[in-house]
Structures are given as structure tokens and as C-alpha cells.
């Protein structure tokens, strides 16, 4: 652990560029670390001595339950050409143009101005290499156990961070989730989506950083402080208080996507699943606790001795006898007077905890009863709604990191350059409810049938993977069989 030092006025000085990131962004970190103790199951501020101290960690689970039903069973992603939009009026410099008399000098809005991205773009072909592509390193990188990992940070953290990069001694592009403690962003003040500046702090063990890098000066240290500083232009790497690297940036992008957990208004950081269950849990945990010792009490309730100086010599038990002076009085300790009503506050802090979290009681298994789907679905009906809430910034950002593949791609030359330009990205999210498959194969046939679905659409909303694929599959299967063409409300 480093230690920061402090100047003798009491205030905290930084010694690297490391701690000076973090000492700007200290309520931030130290937010996330509270969050994430309570994660772990560290609950109680002071210990209760000489009582019970339970801890029954629904923050875990209800973290853990929203993860699954968020990206537990994974996502697909489909890729389609931007059609061009409508020609802008007086486009072409007439007098309706809205272009300035500056920029209709420059040419802007002309026909000899740059193509645009839905004129580059391949169509559908590009469209397929791109989502095999986008396929190919979800595949390669495990992104199922990585967006696991990601989710994971923003409902505990309240924020998760993803960086593409090149790795050029594998020859591979990388997704990994960063820990959000060492991630230091910059962003626009009218624009919260576009970052300007990002430090990413970290450490790594000296054999590793001097492998990768020169002789790191101090010795005794056992970790090396590693700090990137990313822009749009520029890259600049300090290791150990050095600099060893510094250029333009070798992908012209900042390549990080962050996923801010449900952010609240006008804020870049997002807000964790714990910020309103933590007092709801405490407060369980305590009256829980209250309500083990009361049971113990009576179970083994203390003796109480009267006019017995050496009481500690006499054994309490089963079939002892004692021998006590005349005057002597022994008696078991009882509750007076009538019990509190511990198991009602219980179940009001339980119900609270439930609609705050909008998890359910049904989340956890307990329904008490059989239920169709359709009772099932509206008993999860908060879940569901605070998932679809999420969903929507999780799109943006996975949509965000499609894109950022694209590009690394491009400039690593796995891609002839501009080769993905106008494509769009498309989340496709499976189902949160279990679902009757045979009925979803008829519907989706009985639309293909009434000319209302493509084929491939019937597919994609199925959960194939590559529809195109599949399709060409298909055709060349009956071509190899000597099958007739497909009726028309076949798949």
C-alpha cells in the first residue's frame, strides 16, 4: 500500500502522478471502496461486543440478480448499412442553404466535398465482415465472462469501464473491463458521451515491469505505479515516475468506453445498486442480531446468585448440587414485562429493502405460490423495469465499444481503412422471462408467411447468431439436396 505523505499543516501532498490523481478524485474513490467493503460483507461501522453480530448480505445478492438478468445470458449484436438521410435544403449552395457564405465558399455542402459514410459504406457485405467481426473478438477475448465483470463494477461501483487495444505481441484485438479506482476521466461539459482526457492508473510487480520496460529506479519498492494518459491525439506512458513513452495516439481515438451504472441527472458517473440499500441492510442486520441474542438469553439464560461471594467456583449444570447459605438466593435471568415486537420491524425493514432495491421477494425463489408467466412477469415487473432502464445505457456503450473495434481494426490493418464507415451496430437482447420457443418458431413463421419479417429478421429475433450465415446454410443445403425453394411462410 502507498502511503501518501502529509505537509505539516495537516494537508495531504502528493509524491507521484498516481496519488495526485487520486487525491483529486477522492470522494469518488473513496464512495466506490465504502461500496464495495458493504459488497464483501463488511457491514458493521463499530463491532458489537459481547453481542451478536449476523450479517445477511442482500446487498450481494440484489447486486448479483440484477447483473444476471442485465447480461447473465449474454448478447448478440447485429450490423446493418446506414441508409443516406435527406439531402439538406440548398445542399447544393442555393440561396436556401443554411450553410455560411464562408462555407459555401470552402465547399461544404457541395458534390466535391468528402463522400460521406453511408456513400463508403460496403453495404451488406461490409455489414457481414463487420459483425463477424464484432463475433470473432467476443470470441477470442471471452467478452461473456468480461462483460460479467464489467456489470459487476458498475452495480457494486456504480460505474464500469471498458479499453480496446491492440495487443501486438498476440496479434489480436483486446476488450478487458478496467477497475473503475484507477480510471481518471475528462469529459466535454455540453457532451457527457465524449471523453477528452483519460489517466488510467495502476500497479504492476517489478519483474513484470521490468521486463516489459527499462530498470525501474527504487528498489525496495515491491510494485510499480504504471499511469497511461489518453487523448484523441496523443498517448504518453509514465512508468515508475518515468516517462518511457510519448506520441500521437496510435488508434486516433481514446480508446475507452465507460458505462455509467443509471447516472443521475447531469452527471458522467453513475450511482450504485447500494447507495439506497446499504442503511436498509445495516438496519436488518442489527435488529436480526437483537433478535439472535434474545433467543440465546432464553435459550442459556444467565444465573443470577444472590448472597454467594465464591460463585465462580460453583458448577451450573444438569444434576449439581450446591450448598448456599440461608440467606442466599439463585435465579435464572427472564425477560420483564412484554416482548418487543422484533419480528414485525423485521418484516417492514424486508419490505422496504425489496421496493427500494425493486427487487422483489419472487427474485430470491419465495413466491409462495405456483404462477403462470404472465403473474410471474408482474411480480418481477420492478426488476424488469430497473433492467430496461439499464439496458438503454448499456446499448449506447456496447454500441459505443462495436465502433471502437471497428477502428482499431482499421488502423492495425485488419481492415482496409473506411471499411466500417456508415455501419450500424445493433444490441440484440435475449429475453429476461423464460420463453415458450415452439410459440416464438410459429409467430415468427406466421409473420414470414404474411410478408410482414424477412427471413433473416425471423432469425435474428430467434437468437441466431449469424443470420446470413445460416441463410446461405440453408439454401446451399437445399441446393445439395435437391430440395425445392422454401414455400413462402417457411424459415
Same mark, same amino acid.
Given at each position: 500500500?502507498?502511503?501518501? =505523505?502529509?505537509?505539516?499543516?495537516?494537508?495531504?501532498?502528493?509524491?507521484?502522478?498516481? @496519488?495526485?490523481?487520486?487525491?483529486?478524485?477522492?470522494?469518488?474513490?473513496?464512495?466506490?471502496?465504502?461500496?464495495?467493503?458493504?459488497?464483501?460483507?463488511?457491514?458493521?461501522?463499530?463491532?458489537?461486543?459481547?453481542?451478536?453480530?449476523?450479517?445477511?448480505?442482500?446487498?450481494?445478492?440484489?447486486?448479483?440478480?440484477?447483473?444476471?438478468?442485465?447480461?447473465?445470458?449474454?448478447?448478440?449484436?447485429?450490423?446493418?448499412?446506414?441508409?443516406?438521410?435527406?439531402?439538406?435544403?440548398?445542399?447544393?449552395?442555393?440561396?436556401?442553404?443554411?450553410?455560411?457564405?464562408?462555407?459555401?465558399?470552402?465547399?461544404?455542402?457541395?458534390?466535391?466535398?468528402?463522400?460521406?459514410?453511408?456513400?463508403?459504406?460496403?453495404?451488406?457485405?461490409?455489414?457481414?465482415?463487420?459483425?463477424?467481426?464484432?463475433?470473432?473478438?467476443?470470441?477470442?477475448?471471452?467478452?461473456?465472462?468480461?462483460?460479467?465483470?464489467?456489470?459487476?463494477?458498475?452495480?457494486?461501483?456504480?460505474?464500469?469501464?471498458?479499453?480496446?487495444?491492440?495487443?501486438?505481441?498476440?496479434?489480436?484485438?483486446?476488450?478487458?473491463?478496467?477497475?473503475?479506482?484507477?480510471?481518471?476521466?475528462?469529459?466535454?461539459?455540453?457532451?457527457?458521451?465524449?471523453?477528452?482526457?483519460?489517466?488510467?492508473?495502476?500497479?504492476?510487480?517489478?519483474?513484470?515491469?521490468?521486463?516489459?520496460?527499462?530498470?525501474?529506479?527504487?528498489?525496495?519498492?515491491?510494485?510499480?505505479?504504471?499511469?497511461?494518459?489518453?487523448?484523441?491525439?496523443?498517448?504518453?506512458?509514465?512508468?515508475?515516475?518515468?516517462?518511457?513513452?510519448?506520441?500521437?495516439?496510435?488508434?486516433?481515438?481514446?480508446?475507452?468506453?465507460?458505462?455509467?451504472?443509471?447516472?443521475?441527472?447531469?452527471?458522467?458517473?453513475?450511482?450504485?445498486?447500494?447507495?439506497?440499500?446499504?442503511?436498509?441492510?445495516?438496519?436488518?442486520?442489527?435488529?436480526?442480531?437483537?433478535?439472535?441474542?434474545?433467543?440465546?438469553?432464553?435459550?442459556?439464560?444467565?444465573?443470577?446468585?444472590?448472597?454467594?461471594?465464591?460463585?465462580?467456583?460453583?458448577?451450573?449444570?444438569?444434576?449439581?448440587?450446591?450448598?448456599?447459605?440461608?440467606?442466599?438466593?439463585?435465579?435464572?435471568?427472564?425477560?420483564?414485562?412484554?416482548?418487543?415486537?422484533?419480528?414485525?420491524?423485521?418484516?417492514?425493514?424486508?419490505?422496504?429493502?425489496?421496493?427500494?432495491?425493486?427487487?422483489?421477494?419472487?427474485?430470491?425463489?419465495?413466491?409462495?405460490?405456483?404462477?403462470?408467466?404472465?403473474?410471474?412477469?408482474?411480480?418481477?415487473?420492478?426488476?424488469?423495469?430497473?433492467?430496461?432502464?439499464?439496458?438503454?445505457?448499456?446499448?449506447?456503450?456496447?454500441?459505443?465499444?462495436?465502433?471502437?473495434?471497428?477502428?482499431?481494426?482499421?488502423?492495425?490493418?485488419?481492415?482496409? =481503412?473506411?471499411?466500417?464507415?456508415?455501419?450500424?451496430?445493433?444490441?440484440?437482447?435475449?429475453?429476461?422471462?423464460?420463453?415458450?420457443?415452439?410459440?416464438?418458431?410459429?409467430?415468427?413463421?406466421?409473420?414470414?408467411?404474411?410478408?410482414?419479417?424477412?427471413? @433473416?429478421?425471423?432469425?435474428?429475433?430467434?437468437?441466431?447468431?449469424?443470420?446470413?450465415?445460416?441463410?446461405?446454410?440453408?439454401?446451399?443445403?437445399?441446393?445439395?439436396?435437391?430440395?425445392?425453394?422454401?414455400?413462402?411462410?417457411?424459415?
Amino acid at each position: 500500500m502507498t502511503v501518501i =505523505p502529509f505537509s505539516p499543516f495537516g494537508r495531504p501532498v502528493a509524491r507521484t502522478r498516481a @496519488q495526485a490523481l487520486a487525491l483529486d478524485d477522492a470522494a469518488r474513490l473513496r464512495r466506490y471502496r465504502d461500496c464495495l467493503a458493504f459488497y464483501e460483507g463488511q457491514h458493521y461501522l463499530t463491532p458489537r461486543r459481547g453481542r451478536t453480530s449476523l450479517v445477511a448480505n442482500y446487498a450481494r445478492t440484489i447486486v448479483d440478480k440484477g447483473v444476471s438478468f442485465l447480461i447473465g445470458r449474454g448478447v448478440g449484436f447485429a450490423v446493418e448499412a446506414s441508409s443516406p438521410p435527406p439531402p439538406l435544403p440548398g445542399g447544393d449552395g442555393s440561396p436556401s442553404s443554411p450553410l455560411s457564405p464562408g462555407a459555401k465558399a470552402r465547399g461544404e455542402g457541395s458534390r466535391s466535398s468528402p463522400l460521406s459514410p453511408w456513400e463508403r459504406a460496403g453495404g451488406e457485405g461490409n455489414a457481414a465482415a463487420a459483425e463477424a467481426l464484432l463475433y470473432a473478438v467476443y470470441d477470442d477475448n471471452d467478452l461473456d465472462v468480461v462483460d460479467l465483470a464489467c456489470a459487476t463494477n458498475a452495480g457494486v461501483l456504480g460505474d464500469g469501464v471498458y479499453k480496446v487495444f491492440w495487443d501486438a505481441a498476440a496479434r489480436r484485438i483486446r476488450v478487458v473491463s478496467v477497475d473503475p479506482l484507477g480510471f481518471f476521466a475528462r469529459w466535454r461539459a455540453d457532451d457527457l458521451a465524449t471523453l477528452q482526457r483519460v489517466d488510467l492508473a495502476y500497479c504492476l510487480a517489478r519483474e513484470d515491469a521490468e521486463a516489459l520496460y527499462a530498470p525501474i529506479p527504487h528498489p525496495l519498492s515491491p510494485d510499480v505505479e504504471v499511469v497511461e494518459t489518453w487523448t484523441a491525439a496523443a498517448f504518453r506512458l509514465e512508468v515508475g515516475g518515468r516517462v518511457v513513452r510519448q506520441g500521437p495516439n496510435p488508434y486516433g481515438v481514446i480508446p475507452f468506453v465507460h458505462v455509467p451504472n443509471l447516472p443521475g441527472p447531469n452527471e458522467f458517473w453513475g450511482r450504485s445498486d447500494l447507495a439506497d440499500v446499504i442503511p436498509l441492510n445495516r438496519e436488518l442486520n442489527e435488529r436480526l442480531s437483537d433478535q439472535a441474542d434474545v433467543i440465546r438469553y432464553h435459550a442459556d439464560p444467565p444465573v443470577v446468585f444472590r448472597g454467594v461471594e465464591d460463585h465462580d467456583a460453583i458448577a451450573v449444570g444438569p444434576g449439581s448440587v450446591w450448598d448456599l447459605p440461608r440467606d442466599a438466593d439463585v435465579k435464572l435471568l427472564e425477560w420483564q414485562g412484554q416482548s418487543v415486537a422484533v419480528q414485525d420491524h423485521i418484516n417492514q425493514v424486508l419490505r422496504a429493502l425489496y421496493e427500494t432495491a425493486e427487487t422483489p421477494r419472487t427474485a430470491f425463489g419465495d413466491s409462495g405460490r405456483l404462477l403462470s408467466g404472465v403473474a410471474l412477469e408482474t411480480e418481477l415487473r420492478p426488476l424488469i423495469q430497473k433492467t430496461l432502464r439499464k439496458r438503454v445505457v448499456w446499448a449506447a456503450a456496447l454500441r459505443r465499444r462495436a465502433r471502437l473495434i471497428w477502428q482499431v481494426a482499421e488502423r492495425v490493418g485488419l481492415a482496409a =481503412p473506411g471499411a466500417f464507415a456508415g455501419l450500424r451496430p445493433r444490441v440484440v437482447w435475449p429475453s429476461m422471462m423464460p420463453q415458450d420457443d415452439a410459440q416464438e418458431v410459429r409467430n415468427n413463421v406466421a409473420l414470414v408467411a404474411a410478408g410482414l419479417r424477412s427471413r @433473416q429478421t425471423a432469425l435474428d429475433a430467434l437468437g441466431t447468431e449469424s443470420p446470413e450465415i445460416e441463410l446461405a446454410r440453408l439454401q446451399a443445403e437445399r441446393q445439395a439436396l435437391g430440395a425445392a425453394p422454401p414455400t413462402t411462410g417457411a424459415l
